[in-house]
């Protein structure tokens, strides 16, 4: 190894660890002294050597750690967060879930995992309305979603930006007063309700049980009208985001090989959009299984989602295991799903 | 010295290589899987003890150091927690009877209107009461049934009746003796809500609404029902329309009105179990009856001439809202100044006028018609004999019935 590397080396160190002004004035004597014999003769190293040896050391080892670290010092805020904030309640949940006892004796961890089966077998009818409803939000926001999406992607034009603070504007008020709203839209007595009625639609709707009677308000089609509307623009932006990122040449070259408008829609640009696809139907699908304030508003006791069984377990009943039996259910129920959803989907590239 | 000569004898691309390996070839490939590996097992053998080692301590508070430090000598302030719309309110958004109770004994109250709901408000206090902290707050106004769990949890410090000359003097009869709090040793009523029948005479196309019965069973209401998710009202008045008292609730004198409201609501006659928001339903008539709480009645009345109500034959029952100065709270001398102050006549009719609920102050009628002939006279906010005698209120009820019969009610609503 070259005398002045092994000084350069020694240069550095001293400037990161400034433990002794000595060594690094010895330091940087010796890099002058190492530049200064570029040649680089056998003579001088003997006499840095001895100064520069524990110094030198490190510098093999110290600059790799130190650089190693930085990913981690810059993780750590991230870490910590979800530390505190997601790893702590969920252990806290989870031991809650194996606990038995009451408010005033307390609970204790009997591991009574009795509770998870217990809490299935009755809440059931809830487990599944939630994902029915979830899912049929999700179909009808894609529906929906998707053809405006496209048109703020390729048809807009200068109108882009107009749409797209149409799109999020309703973010700008409170998802309660959003949801009641809507209590006032299908109002029995409201336009909708009085158009529905004398089409003879909720008559059909009735008929298949989405509605009762002739009202829409506290009826199923309400509470997923509700869901659709409130979860719509966590499907239109990903998908307009996935959607304005495909080269337009590229529907010009289908366009060449005589595809028609619909073969290139079908071969190129539903599968180039697939991410957005993807992650619009998970940030539309998980947080409509969850929610637990359209059921409340919009629906009846028919339509309680499992989120209105845990809120009640937790806060009126105060039977904390079962609710928290019942998070811990719900999670693992979407986990699954979204699992399977995404291998099926094949999107690997899904950020 | 033994690695450094190891160092030494690599060349620079071996070094490198090795570096290369490390930070991105199959070297970190094992190390990432053994620290996933190690990770996985950390994180089995952690979790499993951490789960063991959690648990939730009894809630219930017996020592007796509860008292609090009492700084109210050299503090002059108080923080009071209550309902939203609950007081009085003046020119600028400001509270006349606070003001008027600071230009008096220079004690500033910190009104804060961060009680919306009394279960959320419990999960709220509860930790610290729990671990016998402050909350911060020094008087708080929650309904009876949460007061009762407050006070046999032992959350709440007795109040020194020789500091309530008017609170004492002034407690109207009905509320002297509730059975959750003998003689009144940690509460003060601030309000009475009575339950009772409400409904839209439009909505009803002018048929009246009478009874419980009619509520549950008249086919033109179908669809357009709706009960309280107060499990005591709305289980209360379905006794009383039974025939039975709710006072002296039995197990099975529940379950039998569970079973009446059950049947009513898979008849499709309940359209939905409300809390407040039943206002807005009533007003629009897409509830067509319901029952109600007086005190928002008499507002929507004011708004809506289509709103009727009517008090059940068979009775009707009235909560109360409580005054209580929780554990820990630094200033309990001023909180119970401030009690004493609301039993003043005069500010009674004040914050009564206001807020529309039964006043249960005594002597407060002059005070009131002054302000409103008509209010005075409303036998919601003051009742007269033949109202009290109809009141009725619900049984309090043991740690072990209270959830059992909260998991039936909450089952009933569909959660």
Known sequence: ?351 | MEERHEAESLSPPQIAAIRRSLTSGRMALTRRSLLRAGGAGAIAVGGLGALGGCGIPPAGRTEVDNASDDHSAEEKRINFSNWTEYIDVGKGNRHPTLDEFHRRTGIKVKYTEDINDNVEFFGKIKPQLAAGQDTGRDLICVTDWLAARMIRLGWIQPLDPAQLPHAFTNLAKSFRTPDWDPGRAHSYAWSGIPAVIAYNKKATGGRKVTSVSQLLEDPKLKGRVGLLTEMRDTVGLTLLDMGKRPETVTADDYDAAIARLQKASDRGQVRRFTGNDYTGDLTKGDIAACMAWAGDLIQLQADNPEIEFTIPDAGYMTATDNLLVPNKARHKRNAERLIDYFYEPKVAAKIAAYINYVCPVDGVREELAKIDKALADNPLILPDEEMVAKSHAFRSLSSKEETAFEDKFAKLTGA
């Open chain 1, 1 to 351: 190894m070259s005398v002045s590397r092994r000084a350069a080396w020694a240069g550095l160190r001293s400037r990161a660890a400034t433990k002794e002004r000595a060594v690094t004035r010895e330091a940087r004597a010796s890099e002058r002294a190492g530049t200064e014999r570029a040649g680089g003769s056998v003579t001088a190293a003997p006499e840095t050597a001895p100064d520069a040896g524990p110094v030198q050391k490190p510098p093999l080892i110290k600059p790799a750690v130190r650089k190693r670290l930085v990913p981690y010092w810059l993780l750590l805020p991230g870490i910590l967060w979800l530390l505190i904030f997601f790893a702590a309640p969920l252990i806290y949940q989870a031991s809650t879930s194996v606990q038995t006892g009451s408010l005033e004796e307390g609970f204790k961890v009997t591991w009574h995992f009795q509770t998870y089966w217990d809490a299935l077998s009755e809440y059931y009818p809830q487990f599944l309305r939630s994902v029915l409803y979830a899912a049929t939000a999700t179909v009808l926001c894609l529906l929906l979603g998707y053809p405006l999406a496209y048109l703020i992607a390729f048809r807009a034009g200068r109108w882009r930006n107009l749409v797209m603070i149409l799109v999020i504007a309703p973010f700008f008020t409170s998802f309660l007063i959003r949801t009641l709203a809507w209590k006032t839209i299908l109002s029995d007595s409201g336009p909708v309700v009085g158009v529905l009625n004398s089409l003879h639609i909720l008559d059909v709707t009735s008929y298949l049980g989405i509605t009762e009677g002739q009202r829409v308000l506290a009826t199923p089609l309400a509470v997923v009208c509700g869901l659709t509307y409130n979860f719509l623009p966590f499907m239109i932006l990903p998908l307009y985001t996935s959607l304005e990122r495909i080269d337009p040449r590229l529907h010009e070259a289908a366009g060449d090989l005589y595809a028609r408008p619909f073969t290139t829609f079908r071969k190129v640009t539903f599968p180039l959009s697939m991410p957005g696809v993807v992650a619009g139907t998970l940030l539309t699908f998980i947080p409509s299984a969850g929610d637990y304030i359209n059921a409340e508003l919009l629906g009846s006791t028919d339509q309680k989602m499992i989120g209105n069984v845990i809120q009640s377990q937790f806060l009126r009943v105060l039977d904390y295991p079962t609710a928290a039996a019942m998070s811990f259910i719900l999670m693992a129920a979407i986990l699954t799903m979204v699992t399977v959803y995404i291998r099926k989907s094949g999107t690997e590239d899904l950020v």
